[in-house]
């Protein structure tokens, strides 16, 4: 069978459907994946100064960074919530958050509530200008 130059929809429903099904199943894929490096092998590190706050995630030691500055930080809190529900199941819990403007910022993977709270009363403890800011 020769191509003729047109063409139905019919004919290009199965190249067209193989060609998506190909891609989400394999976005899916790479999503997994990493939800499951991140549970075997994630690593959360917050690190807080005066002027600054810093949270990395990273895996294998390879991650981002994102630095908040401190006179942009209100009330910190113990905000333990019930996983998000996504299309591959549900999200992490995270205990501890910071408002940052018009965001909520949230951290804290997989700790307990009294492990939260234990945290940031140490933060509030050794960086007393964080003590106003917070919601404990």
């Known amino acids: 069978m020769f191509f003729s130059g047109q063409a139905t929809a019919k004919s290009l429903f199965v190249p067209l459907f193989l060609i998506f099904w ?6 899916a894929g790479f999503e997994l994946m990493g939800r499951l490096l991140w549970n075997l092998f ?9 002027h600054f706050v810093s ?9 981002k960074s994102k630095l908040y500055r401190a006179s942009h930080i209100e009330r910190w809190r113990v905000d333990c919530q019930s996983p998000r529900f996504n299309q591959l199941g549900p999200r992490e819990v995270t205990c501890l958050a910071f408002d940052y403007g018009a965001d909520t910022i949230r951290f804290g993977v997989g700790i307990k509530e009294a492990e939260a709270r234990s945290i940031l009363r140490k933060i509030i403890e050794h960086f007393p200008a964080y003590k106003d800011k917070s919601a404990f």
Request: hydrophobic share 35%.
């Open 55 to 63: 949270i990395r995630r990273s895996v294998f030691g390879q991650g």
């Open 42 to 50: 994630g690593e959360e590190q917050l690190r807080i100064d005066e």
């Open 22 to 27: 190909t891609f989400f199943w394999g976005k």
